[in-house]
């Protein structure tokens, strides 16, 4: 979503996007916590609950204006 808001998106896009993993359904509980570690980042992902129905899960708004930076201008050829 924020990249389309970089791209030039107006106020009220709605990205969904999912992915799919299959485990053993024996597979302990700790590697099961381990996989979820590895795979998903907590930052943009979540983990869904198959037996339960499906919602829209709301993440956290981020501002759509982007900051500049202008601190490169005053570095020389040293810094």
Do not use: W
């Amino acid at each position: 979503q924020e990249a389309l808001y970089l791209l030039g998106a107006k106020d009220g896009v709605t990205v969904r996007a999912n992915r799919l993993y299959l485990v053993n359904k024996d597979l302990p509980q700790d590697e099961l916590e381990a996989i979820k570690k590895y795979l998903l980042n907590p930052v943009d992902s979540r983990f869904k609950d198959m037996t339960l129905p499906l919602a829209f899960e709301e993440f956290s708004v981020s501002q759509t204006e982007i900051p500049s930076l202008d601190v490169f201008e005053t570095y020389t050829e040293a810094d």
